[in-house]
C-alpha cells in the first residue's frame, strides 16, 4: 500500500519504519526541514532502540522515504495518517493547532480520495473537526474530491516502540464507512497474522479508547504511588505490599510500581486533556482529577526526602543525580520528574551532578537556565557528593559498584526513586539507604 505519514516525531517514525517494514510504500513529511535533511542522511533524531537499522535498511530499499513536500507526499497516498503533536495548552486542554494546520495542507494539496487516519491522541469530536476542515478548502477550491477520516490512536510506549507496533496488543481503527474500515483491516493484516487484534468501532468510541486506557494506566500508578505514601506512614513496605495485591490477578503486577511519578509526552497531558474534555460537557471527572493531583505532588516525593536527609538549605551541597528521561531507554525529558528535582535542589542552593546514558543533549534544552553539571559516566558524577538521587531505572544502575561508589562519594546518602534495590543489600554496603514507600 502507498502510506503517507505527517509528522517524523515518536510515532511518526516508529509507525513509517513498521509500516515500510512491511513493504509498503511510504513517505515520511515534517515541516522541520532539518530533521528531515537529517534523515535523509540517515541521522535519527531520537533514541529508540531498534528505530535507526530500520530506518536506514528501509530507506535503502526504498520502500521509505523523507520529504518536507506535502503535495508530492500526497501524489500517489491511498491513506494518509496525521501523527503530529497535540501539546499540553495552556489551560491544560490538547492544543489541535499541528492536527488542524495539517488538515489544512491535505485539504490544499489532495488530489484524489483519500483516506486520512488520526494517529494523533485527540479530543473526542477531532475527527469530525479534521473532517470540516478539509471540506471548507476543497470546497473553497470548488472541488468535488472526497474522503474519509478514521481514528486509529497510538498505543505504543517509547522505549519498547518498534516491538510494541511490530506486535500490538490491539489495533483499535473508528471509521463510519466499510470502505475505510476494510483498507485500515487489511493495513494491519501484517501485525496481527498470529492472533487478530484488530477492533473496529465508531470513531468517538475510537479516540476515547486511547484517553481511557492513559488514565487506567496513570491511575495505577498514582494508587500505588498514594498506597506507597501511606506504608511510610504506618511503618509497612510498599515492596512487600505490592507483590502481596500483585498475586491476585484480578490486579496483577504490571504498572504498580511506587516511584517518584509519572512523566512523558502522553500521561500528563493526555490525563489533564481527559479532565478537559469532561468539563467542556459539564462532567467533573473527579477519580482522573485526583490522579493528577496525586502524581504532582509524588514528583516532589525525592525533594522531600532529599532536604529530610540534609536539611532545607543546600548550600554548598552538592547531589549527584543517575537518570534524567523521564522512564529508561529513551532520550525524552518531556514532563520528566527529574526537572522538578534539579530545579528544586538549584533553588535551594545545592549544586547537580547528573548522568543519564541517553538524555543529556534533551535534558540541557529542558534545564537551559540550570547551571546542572553532566558526567559522561555514572561514577564521575558521584565525585565528592553529599548524595545519589537514583531517578530513572536505567539498566546500568541496577548492579552498580558500591565500593567505588563508596569511594568518590562525600557523604554515603542513596536516595532510590524507584526501588531498585533490596534495603539489607544496600545498607550492608555502607550506605544510609532511603527508598520510596518505606519509613526511614
Ligand atoms: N510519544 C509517544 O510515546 C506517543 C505514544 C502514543 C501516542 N502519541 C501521540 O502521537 C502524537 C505525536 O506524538 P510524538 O511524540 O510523535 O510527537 P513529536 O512532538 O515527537 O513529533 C511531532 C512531529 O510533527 C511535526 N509536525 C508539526 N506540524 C507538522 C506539519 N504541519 N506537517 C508535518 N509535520 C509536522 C513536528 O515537526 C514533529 O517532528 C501526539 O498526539 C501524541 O500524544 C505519542
Not at 479530543?123 to 478539509?134: F, L, N, Q, S, Y
Not at 478548502?137 to 510506549?157: A, C, G, H, W, Y
Not at 474534555?277 to 471527572?285: E, V
Not at 564521575?380 to 531505572?393: P, Q, R
Request: with cysteine; proline share 3%; glycine share 8%.
Amino acid at each position: 500500500m502507498k502510506v503517507t505519514v505527517l509528522g517524523s516525531g515518536y510515532v511518526g517514525l516508529v509507525a513509517s519504519a513498521c509500516f515500510s517494514e512491511m513493504g509498503n510504500y511510504v513517505i515520511c513529511v515534517d515541516i522541520d526541514k532539518e530533521k528531515i535533511l537529517k534523515l535523509k542522511e540517515g541521522v535519527i533524531p531520537i533514541y529508540e532502540p531498534g528505530l535507526t537499522d530500520l530506518i536506514i535498511d528501509n530507506q535503502k530499499k526504498r520502500t521509505l522515504n523523507f520529504t518536507t513536500n506535502i503535495k508530492e507526499s500526497l501524489k500517489n497516498a491511498e491513506v494518509v495518517f496525521i501523527a503530529v503533536g497535540t501539546p499540553m495548552g495552556e489551560d491544560g486542554s490538547a492544543d489541535l493547532k499541528y492536527v488542524l494546520q495539517v488538515a489544512k495542507s491535505i485539504g490544499e494539496n489532495m488530489s484524489h480520495h483519500l483516506v486520512i487516519v488520526d494517529k494523533s491522541t485527540v479530543p473526542i469530536g477531532t475527527a469530525d473537526k479534521v473532517r470540516e476542515v478539509i471540506q471548507n478548502i476543497l470546497d473553497d477550491r470548488d472541488s468535488q474530491l472526497t474522503f474519509d477520516v478514521v481514528s486509529n490512536p497510538e498505543f505504543l510506549k517509547e522505549g519498547a516502540a518498534i516491538k510494541d507496533f511490530m506486535h500490538p496488543d490491539r489495533i483499535v481503527v473508528g471509521a463510519n464507512n466499510d470502505h475505510s474500515m476494510t483498507l485500515m483491516r487489511n493495513l494491519y493484516a501484517p501485525f496481527t497474522v498470529s492472533n487478530d487484534r484488530f477492533i473496529g468501532m465508531d470513531i468517538r468510541s475510537a479516540e476515547m479508547t486511547k484517553y481511557a486506557a492513559n488514565a487506567m494506566l496513570a491511575t495505577k500508578i498514582s494508587f500505588i504511588n498514594e498506597i506507597s505514601n501511606i506504608c511510610e506512614h504506618v511503618g509497612a513496605d510498599v515492596n512487600q505490599v505490592r507483590r502481596g495485591i500483585g498475586s491476585d490477578q484480578r490486579i496483577g503486577y504490571k504498572f504498580i510500581y511506587p516511584g517518584c511519578g509519572y512523566g512523558g509526552s502522553c500521561f500528563p497531558k493526555d490525563v489533564q486533556a481527559l479532565i478537559k474534555i469532561a468539563n467542556c460537557y459539564g462532567y467533573n471527572p473527579s477519580l482522573i482529577s485526583s490522579v493528577e493531583k496525586v502524581n504532582q505532588a509524588q514528583k516532589e516525593v525525592l525533594f522531600s526526602k532529599l532536604t529530610n536527609q540534609l536539611g532545607n538549605n543546600l548550600n554548598g551541597k552538592k547531589i549527584s543525580i543517575w537518570g534524567l528521561s523521564f522512564k529508561p531507554e529513551t532520550d525524552d525529558m518531556r514532563e520528566a520528574p527529574s526537572i522538578n528535582l534539579i530545579k528544586s535542589i538549584i533553588n535551594s542552593g545545592g549544586t547537580v551532578n547528573a548522568y543519564d546514558p541517553k538524555a543529556m543533549n534533551e535534558a540541557q534544552f529542558y534545564l537551559n537556565n540550570f547551571d546542572v553539571l553532566y558526567s559522561n559516566d555514572k561514577y564521575s558524577a558521584l565525585e565528592g557528593a553529599d548524595a545519589l538521587v537514583l531517578v530513572t531505572e536505567w539498566k546500568e544502575f541496577r548492579s552498580p559498584d558500591f565500593d567505588l561508589m563508596k569511594s568518590k562519594m562525600k557523604n554515603h546518602l542513596f536516595i532510590d526513586g524507584r526501588n531498585q534495590f533490596k534495603s539489607e543489600f544496600v545498607t550492608s554496603k555502607g550506605f544510609k539507604y532511603i527508598q520510596i514507600g518505606v519509613r526511614s
